[in-house]
């Protein structure tokens, strides 16, 4: 069959155009977007100081340098009315978008979306996005409670490796827990960290004592000194500060830190550490303010979008075999076959959990309003981005609750 020169030019033709518009279409979003459009505001509980805090401050030089985008920080924000006076700040040298990074900088970062309508407000493990609705203020959060869940099956190895070393007996096998505040929040990261550790060391147990301070070297130290006087084997924490590893590192203790890797300071006891990664988050709502779409009231991000992650394993200090053991958990978890909250692993008062309304809403009163349990497991950060698992599991001994 010959084929005219004609309709060869109309092919050829109709080819580049459809390469062309491929090309186009392939362009990524970052160079569709247009930077100029966005000014980004930081405002952070402490500085660089708190593993917390950094963990966001790298966060959002990684994000803004990406995208190219101009950002301001502003550290050491109370959670009272200076919270309000930066965001005010912010506002007026010009952000498009402001971003607070602790829970008690909520009501002030509502009180200044109202006030500037024009400017997106987002905040990290607050709870009222979604009963505010207010088409500028948002909440992020991340389902952290896998990550910590798998820094406990590290954890769990390690105390197993230490039982079979006949450092002590498997019914010795006790954790201790350094946590901040009584929230839900604590509560369900202490409690998955807790479930991944036995879910490998079926005999562990676990004390817990707070502090009462995101972020108190001192207390923190303090904390965990009184764990390790009362015969716990191993430590790990949800406050901000380098006080418990340190201590654990002079104790010769092993020790899960968070929000980061603790082995240049503790390289004998450092096993592994759960963070956050706000990056993709910050990328987010830096895309979606420029290209004027809406950005979500709750937003939670997961292992799958890079948003719950892992240190570096210590091979010094970690167990043999934990990082085979820590992927395959993970690889479960990713494909949904493995619940962190499967209520078949745990009871509550000698009962297993059929039915929990949890307080989603958070009203003054805290009226349980959700049924949170359904197909066999307790489903945390589903109905809002921030954890609401506020229960007392058996096997765990809350030292103290003054907080």
């Given at each position: 069959?010959?084929?005219?020169k004609?309709?060869i ?9 459809a ?6 279409s ?25 593993t ?31 919270c ?40 990290a ?9 207010l ?5 992020a ?33 006790k ?186 809403n ?16 307790f ?25």
């Amino acid at each position: 069959m010959k084929i005219s020169k004609k309709i060869i030019a109309v092919l050829l033709s109709v080819l580049f155009v459809a390469a062309a518009f491929v090309g186009c279409s392939a362009a990524s979003d970052d160079e569709k977007m247009d930077a100029s459009k966005v000014k980004v505001g930081f405002i952070y509980l402490h500085d660089e100081n708190s593993t917390y805090d950094l963990n966001f401050i790298n966060a959002a030089k990684d994000a803004c340098d990406k995208l190219g985008v101009t950002k301001i920080e502003k550290t050491n924000i109370p959670e009272d009315q200076a919270c309000r006076d930066a965001a005010n700040d912010l506002v007026d040298q010009g952000c498009t978008i402001i971003f607070a990074d602790s829970f008690g900088h909520e009501d002030y970062i509502i009180e200044a979306a109202k006030a500037h309508p024009e400017v997106q407000f987002c905040h990290a493990t607050g709870t009222k996005a979604h009963t505010e609705q207010l088409p500028n203020y948002h909440n992020a959060f991340a389902s952290i409670y896998e990550g910590r869940y798998l820094a406990g099956v590290a954890a769990g190895m390690k105390l197993n490796a230490m039982i079979e070393a006949g450092d002590f007996k498997a019914e010795d096998a006790k954790i201790g827990y350094v946590g901040a505040f009584t929230y839900a929040e604590v509560i369900s990261g202490y409690t998955s960290f807790f479930l991944g550790a036995r879910s490998v060391c079926p005999t562990a147990t676990m004390e817990v004592t707070f502090t009462g301070s995101w972020y108190s070297e001192t207390t923190e130290k303090e904390a965990a000194n009184k764990l390790i006087a009362n015969g716990c084997k191993l430590i790990s924490q949800h406050a901000d500060s380098m006080g418990a590893p340190t201590a654990c590192e002079d104790a010769k203790v092993p020790n899960v830190s968070y929000n980061g890797s603790t082995v240049n300071a503790c390289p004998n006891t450092f096993i592994v550490s759960s963070s956050i990664n706000w990056a993709p988050y910050f990328e987010y709502i830096i895309k979606q303010t420029a290209e004027g779409k809406a950005i979500d009231a709750d937003w939670t991000g997961t292992i799958a979008t890079n948003s719950v992650v892992l240190s570096e394993i210590n091979e010094q200090a970690a167990a043999p075999g934990t990082k085979e053991k820590v992927a395959e958990v993970k690889a479960q978890l990713e494909a949904g076959t493995l619940h962190v909250f499967d209520t078949s692993t745990f009871t509550v008062e000698g009962k297993t959990l059929d039915t929990y309304m949890a307080d989603v809403n958070t009203d003054d009163n805290r009226t349980p309003d959700t049924e949170a349990v359904k197909d066999g497991y307790f489903h945390e950060s589903e109905y809002r981005s921030a954890p609401y698992f506020d229960l007392n599991i058996d096997g765990i001994t809350l030292l103290d609750t003054v907080f």
